[in-house]
């Protein structure tokens, strides 16, 4: 199969996990023998991201406007490339690239799948220009969908607030590759941001709303007198909310235990999984949250919020599930962080879970199988 990836960016901090899922996904269906394509802004690629990526056919349109993620008018580029395809894969939704490939896959009445990751609901700001998106072209990209694809199960009852009358959405979740993160050197990382031998809760994301920095750090504050001797340290890039954040620190007297770091990843990342003693990881709304397998493969133990998608690690008891609040972070984290027989519990049922169900070498057959299913069953045809 010929198959054409699109996602408005593949950079690993713009893009965050659906820039990485996309990037694995081509890097598995091309091993698998398929034609391979990746559609994505020139934004943040650089030279890690291009050795990865050595067997994908990777296209680039140059973005005009970075806020908006505006693509140059690059119409005959998308045009033959979507014309020379078998199918497409849109990921995400509030994305004027995926609008103007929309309209190339409509005039060559191409077979596409959508994959929101999540992204359906309104939330946050510019509620006015996404209403309005939606109108224009939002609904029909999703009710015109040849099939959609879900990372978390609950994602279904937003596909059906876009009308989608009779959803039969495939489920297929994010993955991780078994060779990444072996680099174990936490002494290393223990230095670098002046740690000694404290223990620390670790948070890897965007400093976003809709990721919840705010509702960890009430809840360590909150925690201070319980355990004194614990740090908290915020890895990912800001989005408006570090000064906020700082200001919390400093009315709370922590600014000595509370660490923003910024975006890491490669070695650094991995020795900061293998360093920490809990992920915490307090989403007010996620498909899947991809820092999850990461520390599985590491056996990290995790607390998250009922929002990421996941809640049924808590039945194999390789996760911690609270509410995605201040109050349920809170009590989380007061019942269980000391609890050393509970946390290394947690975090090998999580390594067992992960390499079980989420390596890519096996989500990536879920894809051709859905796939193959589409092009040969003309009852899919749209």
Not at 133 to 142: A, E, K, Q, T
Not at 207 to 223: Q, V, Y
Not at 297 to 322: F, K, R, Y
Request: charged share 20%.
């Amino acid at each position: 199969m010929k198959i054409l990836n699109v996602n408005m960016s593949i950079d690993p901090i713009l893009g965050g996990g659906t820039a990485e899922r996309t990037v694995q996904m081509s890097i598995a269906l091309a091993e698998l023998g398929h034609q391979s394509i990746l559609l994505s802004l020139a934004l943040g690629i650089n030279d890690q991201r291009l050795n990865e990526l050595q067997n994908v056919n990777l296209v680039t349109i140059p973005c005009l406007i970075r806020r908006i993620y505006l693509p140059y008018p690059e119409f005959k580029k998308i045009s033959n490339l979507v014309s020379s395809v078998d199918i497409v894969h849109l990921m995400g939704h509030w994305t004027i690239l995926n609008a103007i490939v929309y309209f190339y896959i409509r005039k060559f009445k191409k077979t596409y799948v959508i994959c929101p990751a999540g992204a359906l609901p309104i939330f946050g700001r510019s509620k006015l220009i996404k209403k309005l998106y939606n109108l224009v072209v939002g609904y029909s990209i999703v009710r015109n969908s040849n099939a959609q694809i879900v990372i978390a199960k609950d994602e279904i009852s937003h596909l059906e607030n876009y009308g989608l009358e009779k959803v039969n959405a495939t489920w297929i979740p994010n993955g991780i590759n078994s060779t990444v993160l072996q680099n174990k050197d936490t002494s290393n990382f223990r230095k670098l941001y002046g740690l000694g031998d404290s223990p620390f809760i670790l948070y890897i994301g965007r400093l976003n709303p809709i990721k919840g920095p705010d509702l960890l750090l009430e809840a360590f504050c909150l925690l201070k007198q319980n355990f004194p001797q614990y740090h908290l340290i915020f890895a990912g890039p800001d989005e408006g909310m570090l000064e906020s954040l700082k200001k919390v620190t400093h009315f709370n007297h922590v600014e000595n235990r509370v660490h923003f770091i910024g975006h890491i990843s490669g070695k650094i990342k991995s020795q900061a999984l293998h360093a920490a003693t809990l992920m915490v990881i307090p989403s007010r709304q996620e498909a899947m949250s991809i820092v999850v397998l990461e520390a599985g493969i590491v056996g990290l133990p995790v607390l998250l919020t009922d929002q990421c998608g996941m809640n049924s690690l808590s039945e194999i008891e390789a996760g911690i599930i609270v509410p995605a609040s201040t109050e349920g972070i809170y009590n989380g984290l007061l019942k269980n962080l000391d609890n050393a027989t509970i946390l290394n519990k947690l975090g090998t049922n999580l390594k067992s879970h992960v390499h079980d169900n989420y390596l890519w070498s096996e989500v990536v057959k879920k894809f051709e199988r859905l796939y193959l299913n589409i092009l040969l069953d003309s009852s899919f045809t749209k």
